[in-house]
């Protein structure tokens, strides 16, 4: 496995690499959701990128950069014993040098939900996504489902931008207890942790209505609200939505694909989560 974080390098070890070449960009603090992408990606492609970058134009000004987890030993351990190829790794300075001064701003799909409560969130992802892509140019990029709004993203800017990548959505991996996995879990007190399958139960609730013919946009998003606040541990519910899988537009009715999401504050992080009825 080659780690690399001089961008030419990367460049020139894709352009050389075996043919198709799978990406899976990643902020590190590797999981199991994480590997999950991995194992998928090194099955379908001859060479397997990914990348470790925890991208500060994603954060905003109030959210905890400096604090977010990293352990670089240890997840480019996770990648070599995953049989990737390369890892790009980069510096700040890299990615966003003196005088960088581009942007990739998703419309309608990007104001919504998580980026209507992380303003700028999406701007940050989608210009180091496009970065990411333009440097590796790798034949598919993978993704989880566990972040539903960000894959959505990703599909319009590859769409609208032409660039030509096969985007792969992988499931979201849960632990037994159905909270998903995420690096953000790591800040939940052991108590919290006990508390946060609510949020699972909370979309499995919605998925049971539905099942039984409620079709009914607000009722469904009622009854998550009514799981969530039955957890005295969730201090705070950010959204929950059932809205069209495809544009993200709140359903008074529920007729095609329907992405059923949230965000509550529980503790210290905000925990995100969602399925998809029908
Ligand atoms: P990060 O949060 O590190 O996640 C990297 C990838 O792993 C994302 O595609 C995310 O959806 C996926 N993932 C995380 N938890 C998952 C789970 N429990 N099941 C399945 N997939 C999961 O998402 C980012 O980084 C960044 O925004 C990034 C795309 C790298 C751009 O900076």
Redesign the pocket.
């Known amino acids: 496995m080659r780690v690399v974080t001089d961008r030419n390098e990367m460049a020139r070890l894709c352009r050389e690499a075996l043919r198709p070449l799978g990406l899976?960009?990643?902020?590190?603090?590797?999981?199991?959701?994480?590997l999950?992408?991995v194992a998928q990606a090194r099955r379908e492609n001859a060479t397997l990128a990914a990348?470790i970058?925890?991208?500060p134009a994603?954060f905003g000004p109030h959210e905890d950069l400096a604090g977010y987890p990293r352990d670089l030993e240890r997840d480019l351990a996770l990648l070599r014993s995953q049989g990737v190829d390369l890892v790009y790794v980069p510096p700040v300075e890299e990615v966003y040098p003196p005088g960088f001064d581009t942007w990739v701003e998703v419309g309608r799909l990007a104001a919504r939900l998580e980026g209507a409560r992380r303003p700028g969130h999406f701007r940050?992802?989608a210009t180091?996504?496009t970065k990411?892509l333009a440097l590796v140019r790798p034949d598919r990029a993978?993704?989880?489902?566990?972040?539903a709004q960000?894959?959505l993203v990703?599909r319009q800017l590859v769409r609208d931008l032409d660039i030509g990548v096969v985007v792969v959505v992988?499931?979201?991996?849960?632990d037994p207890d159905g909270l998903?996995?995420?690096?953000r879990n790591a800040y939940l007190t052991t108590e919290q942790r006990r508390a946060a399958p609510v949020v699972y139960r909370a979309l499995c609730r919605a998925e049971q209505l539905w099942r039984r013919g409620e079709r009914e946009g607000e009722r469904l998003r009622r009854e998550v609200r009514l799981a969530l606040q039955g957890e005295r541990l969730v201090e705070e519910i950010d959204y929950v939505s059932v809205a069209d899988a495809a544009t993200l537009e709140e359903l008074d009715r529920v007729a095609g694909p329907a992405l059923v999401s949230l965000a509550v504050k529980l503790g210290r992080p905000h925990l995100i989560d969602n399925i998809t009825l029908g």
């Open positions: 899976v960009p990643t902020m590190g603090a590797l999981h199991g959701g994480h999950a992408l990348t970058f925890v991208n994603q940050g992802v180091v996504v990411l993978y993704f989880g489902q566990k972040d960000q894959t990703v992988v499931p979201t991996v849960r998903a996995l995420s690096s």
